[in-house]
């Protein structure tokens, strides 16, 4: 790939922060400055040599950058653009690791509109339970998918870069419609994580909590294991894909009401059916994921 | 503990077959019979060296017999209890490793009446994703918690004898009232279950199934893994439980339908502290949870 003088992460943290680490791994950046809303992350930043230097506004930033990655929840987005549209120059390209696409997408046209042709959203499939700077990594892309939502006027030049950047990081790159990505995401991503959210809080705030955790096992805690995640990121991705995602809400309300009717039937034989076809295809889904380090 | 002369476990599984298999290892048992509805099983734990004999019937089973443990799924329980009732000696301890208590007593209650002294109900807290004799190990259940729930009838020696049994595997053994096993185990584990169960068959079924799956990731993985489970098995573990399930799932379509609500009113605030609630919540029992192998 062509090599990027300047790369600008806004916001480094185990997202921003690795996608750092891995191009200067692969080689292919010289220089990365990182800019946020939180002084002392960057200064951490650069003390772990994720970052070269701390920008401390959007035009010495900007200065003659070639690629911004937007890492931050994507909540802020809108603000972030509107702060650095004044200082973007024509040639600088802007991508984001946003989990929701329509609204970063929203967000570019009302603020970036000029700079459209620039502009290339994105969204790896990768992060962990934990969080922050200190827990980036260069590896954490590799052999992970990223999806990519190009804008109808987006430069071929800088569709191809940001794909050559995240295929540096050890990602697949695949393209899609932003409205897919967010229904599919809705269904396969933030349900799940709102429904165990839901558990959680509502055992939590029961009267025998302690007793219950008390009893709860490894089936539990894999369960409840993305209850773990950022709460701030969570509730930015819940509001801003919310149609899509009260949409999957509905629906699986619908199946709860088909496996409740079946309990109040005693209905064992349409339980086990149900159970069956569950098990058969996870089974089958689970024996083709990648085995390694966790991903979201 | 006392020496075990004679074991005979009823189904040997991963469940039965790692307590006989831990048993054997602590050195608390001279002889080891298996019996169960699957010939080709029982041989296979007889080649593996997990049980020491098939028995084909019930009166040579409980010939002699120390202790019996019924390791089958819980709605087999009451044939199975009706089946041994004309065999059982007076001297014959009866435990079992069902997921749910108050069906497996009322069976007893009702096929057991007159060995109710002698019976004392268990639930091993471990499992796995796999199944089968194949899977059994004898460390299963180290570290691994046992739920008893002795009858107001059961002989203290015979609550001894299963309890310095489960604790020769390694387990620590705590009592319960069978209606807080059920009502506690319907909260942490029977309902996470359904609801896992009822994600994947929702998900699989839709034309879109192959797309949503393929871009499903760790977060996912780990939300699903108990939708792996045995079907059978938990279809007779709810349809058991049914009554504290449906409470319990009752209220969690509360909790959804507010969680909903706060969606449908795109508030983000009350969503974050939810988020964070739950994630303190959860991270605080997790970081007591110990690490090993998983457990059910």
Redesign the interface.
């Known amino acids: 790939m062509a090599q990027i003088g300047k790369l600008v992460v806004c916001g480094v943290g185990l997202i921003g922060g690795s996608f750092a680490l891995g191009l200067r791994k692969a080689g292919v950046v010289e220089r990365i400055v990182g800019i946020g809303r939180t002084a002392s992350a960057l200064e951490r930043a650069r003390e772990l040599g994720v970052i070269d230097e701390v920008a401390t506004d959007w035009a010495s930033a900007l200065d003659g950058a070639d690629l911004v990655l937007l890492a931050a929840p994507v909540?802020q987005m809108g603000s972030i653009m509107a702060a650095m549209a004044p200082h973007l120059a024509p040639g600088t390209v802007v991508t984001d690791a946003g989990s929701t696409k329509r609204d970063v997408i929203e967000a570019a046209y009302h603020h970036l509109d000029s700079r459209l042709s620039h502009v290339v959203p994105a969204h790896p499939?990768?992060?962990a339970e934990t969080s922050g700077v200190d827990a980036a990594f260069g590896e954490l892309y590799r052999d992970?998918?990223v999806?990519m939502t190009p804008l109808p006027e987006s430069d071929a030049d800088a569709v191809a870069l940001v794909r050559s950047a995240w295929e540096a990081c050890g990602a697949t790159v695949v393209e899609m419609a932003p409205n897919?990505h967010d229904r599919?995401?809705a269904?396969?991503?933030h349900?799940?994580?709102?429904?165990?959210?839901?558990?959680?809080?509502?055992?939590?705030?029961?009267a025998?909590?302690e007793?219950?955790?008390s009893?709860?096992?490894?089936?539990?805690?894999?369960?409840?294991?993305?209850?773990?995640?950022?709460?701030?990121m969570?509730?930015?991705i819940?509001?801003a894909n919310?149609q899509a995602?009260?949409g999957e809400?509905?629906?699986?309300?619908a199946?709860?009401a088909y496996?409740?009717a079946l309990?109040?039937a005693?209905d064992?034989k349409r339980?086990?059916?149900?159970?069956?076809?569950?098990?058969v295809?996870?089974?089958a889904?689970?024996s083709q994921?990648p085995p390694t380090?966790?991903?979201?």
């Open positions: 909540g499939i990768a992060g992970r998918k999806v897919d599919v995401f269904a396969v991503s349900l799940p994580h709102l429904l165990a959210f839901g558990l959680v809080h509502d055992l939590a705030g029961r025998n909590a007793l219950l955790f009893h709860a096992a490894s089936g539990f805690r894999d369960f409840t294991r993305i209850a773990g995640s950022h709460p701030e969570w509730r930015d819940c509001i919310r995602l009260l809400l509905d629906q699986y309300l199946e709860l496996v409740r309990l109040m005693g064992g339980l086990e059916e149900l159970f069956d076809e569950a098990r295809a996870r089974n889904w689970a994921f380090s966790s991903a979201e």
